[in-house]
């Protein structure tokens, strides 16, 4: 073996990642010969000579090298410094633990030597140098046939260069750790996430909830909703690619993506509009699909809540095959859940007709997902994703007391996305990519009157969101520096939105729009410090910096630029930074919808001392006018791995935003237009002694609704109420993050302990020129302060039993005067698994996971009206205990 200077370092250990190992021969071990010749980093495991069925997670890449040594019987030596900050895009699959070590290291820059059959050290891989001659060339590609080339570059999300690491956090949530948890879709991992609100589009999404005009269940689709900022505010992503929007608030619906056909999911809880664009607000989530998969799985799932209702079967299909140039995987998945009734939960009994009224909506759905990729020589890889989604849903709401309103709703939802990236010379790449794709949804509702059983009204809606876009990336490095090379990504590209929201019995369009958006962005990544300059308190030390330039049709330009640091004070301490501007442009219904005018008598609008026939015009409707809403996020964080504990991890972070110029209507309730006309802080929103032209310029072109009881007369209305959609409020949110986990060998098990949280110090927002500020945390229909879960596993071999405790603290009800603080909700969920192996138990797996042991009720809540449910469903599940069952068969 020859000496090098990675492994001369003054901070080289070792550590044994095999802990079935007894204490007594690993001490010999680390006072053996290979401690005095190379001091390397050590991860020790079992072997096995044949193909194993791997399934490890994308992340950091020591995290993963030492998840293999665990798994397998090889001896990997590394030096700390060589691995530290590099990532992995993970490995699923069968594959010989030589195999399965060289695809870890893919697009790493790191190579390995082989000291004997089951010890192999890690090295940088050389640089490929400029071939000038027929000799030169000939050896390159024998080279090249001795070792096959993967162009697959490691996607961390947050950046776009090769090898950085973002200086925002990021939450990695894998296939196994979404099995262990017993999540059957991406909604249920959404909805469990600490610093996600599980209002917005959501199927759980009850009428009457109130909060943001987002909380409604349209779709039946589940939308993230970071930091309960709105669902439009989070930036969905699918292997890099945007998702088309779903329904008119331009949320985007996870649940389309077949869960068999994911590797992980990515969360950046930060703002992320230098890189991304609009909408990455609250932050970004990236769903990212297996790639290289070999062999086959079918699950079988079925169950139900022991209340009554939710009875859930599921069966899905993965399938995979992968040759030395490319791979392809083919995904299929058809669910079906059964509606839950209000007669079905005991203390829902209070609603009339709680037979028909559904709390749950019954839905059902199939989707089929196709991946690949295909090497063109040794110099470009081609990619395609695609997948279409075919969704339906029935429920059942009360618009009255005796109001019955019937919902069917039938969605086809489908994506592809092309992309080609080709190796330049000097270690720079261009990577070119497209996306095309559709959220096409028709919802048909008609009520009955139950005191006269007729009916009483028949709507027909189609959703229509289409989303096109192309853009090229050039990435690559620009000079050396300390602590490795200074890179750069710099590309541009175009996108278009289109929207149309039309009446199928009217024929004629409520809502329907367009929007494009040219673009240009730069990154930069320096690596100023590394270990190696034995700097004090600075192990290492690189900064990171993006700007971009959106140019919309709609309202022109917006620049956004982005800073961030990372810095290791020792190899057990890092902290980061990061501060920059987001952005969210209108979205096509606040652009676009109808324009409508509704007459009031004075009165109702708060005037005093008018003459009893004043009127008043309300105006509502889009606004083509509206700018983008504008943000500053700042983030920082310190992550500490204890040396008393080397395998615990814990991650402190805060955050703040400060969200201007939203996009509101400003009277988003009865209760602020009731005074509109006698609280001065209004005054903005009212234009008084309109003139008839005034008035029949608003009228003109406004669907009209007279809401006196007698006829229209110009003469009598003393004031217009604009109520269209305006930049009109600001909004602030403000806390803390924190996830703590520790990992240990005992008893011949692996233990794995987190505990994790988020919570909101300051949440309120306030209408321009308004004194008065409104909670948006802690009260119902809004997050709550604090959101957590403490999760405990076991493993041996192939089995594990997962534990998992969550809790919400309890909402205050704006409902009742004063408010009065309602009780939290802490439930229990236990998971066991058996993983299925191909050498194991005939290739089958099984999974029971039983969610809320307890049966614990959502807390109390005083409802709007008596039809209406009882808790905040925005916050609170009403299932219940549900009990489900899979079996996994690996082929």
């Known amino acids: 073996m020859h000496a090098n200077e990675n492994y001369q370092n003054r901070n080289q250990k070792i550590i044994s990642c095999t802990r079935t190992i007894p204490k007594t021969l690993l001490a010999s071990a680390m006072s053996g010969g290979l401690l005095l010749l190379v001091q390397p980093l050590i991860a020790t495991a079992q072997a096995s000579p044949q193909p194993s069925s791997w399934n490890l997670p994308a992340g950091p890449l020591d995290q993963a090298l030492n998840r293999l040594a665990e798994q397998s019987k090889l001896t990997i030596s590394y030096s700390p410094g060589l691995v530290k900050g590099k990532t992995t895009r993970g490995l699923s699959g069968a594959h010989t633990p030589i195999e399965a070590l060289r695809l870890l290291l893919t697009g790493t820059g790191l190579t390995f030597d082989a000291l004997n059959a089951t010890t192999f050290v890690l090295r940088p891989a050389p640089r490929p140098t400029p071939t000038n001659t027929k000799e030169q060339t000939s050896q390159a590609e024998s080279a090249s046939r001795q070792t096959p080339v993967n162009l697959a570059q490691v996607a961390v999300t947050g950046t776009r260069i090769r090898g950085a690491q973002p200086s925002s956090p990021l939450v990695m949530i894998t296939q196994d750790d979404m099995r262990l948890a017993g999540d059957n879709d991406l909604g249920d991992v959404i ?36 930091r309960g900022l709105g669902p439009d505010a989070t930036l969905t992503l699918l292997n890099g690619a945007r998702l088309p929007y779903d329904g008119f608030s331009q949320a985007t619906d996870v649940a389309v993506i077949p869960i068999a056909a994911i590797d992980r999911m990515d969360v ?29 799985e079918l699950t079988a799932r079925t169950g139900g809540a022991t209340d009554g209702g939710y009875g859930q079967t599921q069966v899905s299909l993965v399938a995979g095959n992968t040759w030395s140039s490319g791979g392809l995987l083919l995904a299929a998945e058809t669910t079906s859940d059964g509606a839950v009734r209000a007669s079905q939960r005991d203390y829902l009994g209070y609603i009339p007709n709680s037979d028909q009224l559904t709390i749950y909506p019954k839905m059902s759905q199939n989707g089929v997902l196709f991946s690949g990729h295909q090497e063109f020589g040794s110099n470009a890889e081609f990619t395609l994703d695609a997948f279409l989604t075919k969704r339906s849903m029935t429920e059942t709401s009360l618009y009255a007391a005796s109001g019955l309103q019937n919902s069917d709703t039938d969605g086809t939802i489908y994506g592809i996305s092309p992309s080609l990236r080709i190796t330049l ?16 949804t028709v919802s048909q509702a008609t009520g009955f009157s139950l005191t006269t059983d007729t009916q009483a009204f028949v709507t027909s809606t189609r959703y229509s969101n289409q989303t096109q876009s192309a853009d090229v990336d050039f990435e690559g490095a620009l000079f050396g520096l300390p602590g490795g090379d200074a890179r750069m990504s710099v590309g541009g590209g175009w996108r278009k939105s289109e929207y149309n929201q039309f009446d199928l019995i009217e024929q004629t369009p409520s809502i329907e729009g367009s929007q494009s958006v040219r673009y240009a962005y730069d990154e930069v990544y320096f690596p100023l410090i590394t270990e190696s300059q034995e700097i004090p308190f600075v192990d290492s030390l690189s ?41 969210k442009a209108p979205t096509l219904t606040q652009l676009y919808q109808a324009q409508s005018a509704t007459l009031f008598t004075a009165s109702a609008v708060g005037a005093s001392g008018a003459p009893s026939n004043a009127t008043v015009l309300l105006r509502s409707g889009g606004n083509p006018n509206l700018g983008p809403e504008r943000a500053d996020v700042a983030t920082a964080g310190v992550v500490i791995r204890p040396s008393f504990l080397p395998d615990a991890t814990i991650d402190l972070g805060a955050f703040d935003i400060d969200y201007r110029q939203r996009v509101v209507n400003p009277f988003s309730s009865f209760v602020q237009l009731a005074q509109a006309l006698n609280d001065p802080a209004y005054t903005t929103f009212v234009t008084p002694n309109p003139t008839p032209n005034q008035q029949a310029g608003i009228l003109q072109p406004a669907i009209f609704t007279n809401d006196t009881g007698a006829a229209y007369n110009p003469r009598d209305v003393i004031a217009v109420i604009d109520d269209r959609y305006l930049n009109a409020q600001s909004q602030h949110v403000r806390g803390l993050d924190f996830d703590a986990d520790y990992s240990l060998q005992e008893l011949d098990a692996s233990w794995n302990f987190n505990i994790k949280g988020s919570f909101i110090t300051k949440g309120d927002r306030q209408l321009i020129g308004v004194p008065a500020t409104e909670d948006t945390v802690g009260v119902v229909s809004f997050p709550p302060k604090f959101k957590g879960q403490l999760a405990a596993r076991w493993s041996r071999s ?10 919400l603290r309890g909402i205050r009800n704006t409902l009742l005067t004063p408010s009065p603080m309602g009780s939290s909700m802490t439930t229990v969920d236990l998971v066991f698994d058996y993983a299925a192996s191909p050498n194991v138990l005939d290739g089958f797996g099984f999974n029971l996971s039983l969610t809320n042991v307890f049966n614990r009720r959502p807390p109390f809540l005083a409802p709007i009206e008596p039809y209406y449910v009882n808790y905040d469903s925005t916050n609170y599940s009403a299932l219940g205990r549900v009990v489900s069952f899979s079996i996994t068969k690996h082929f």
Request: net charge negative; proline share 5%; hydrophobic share 35%.
């Open 268 to 296: 950046l809880l930060d703002g992320a509009s230098a890189i991304y664009g609009s909408d990455a607000v609250g932050g970004v989530a990236n769903i990212v699909l297996k790639r290289d998969y070999n062999g086959a």
């Open 543 to 583: 900064f990171n910096a993006a700007a971009r330039y959106d140019d919309y049709n709609s309202f022109g330009g917006t620049t956004t630029p982005k800073l961030g640091m990372l810095w290791s004070l020792t190899p057990s301490v890092d902290v980061r930074a990061s501060w920059g501007k987001s952005f």
């Open 798 to 807: 192939d089995f594990s039993v997962s534990s998992i405790v969550n809790y």
């Open 425 to 440: 010379p000097h270690d720079w790449s261009v990577r070119i990519n497209a996306f095309d794709g559709e959220d096409n």
């Open 191 to 226: 909805r469990s996430l600490p610093q996600n609100f599980s209002g917005g589009q959501n199927p759980g999404v009850l009428p009457g909830t109130g909060g943001d005009i987002a909380n409604q269940n349209i779709t039946g689709g589940s939308s993230l909703n970071l």
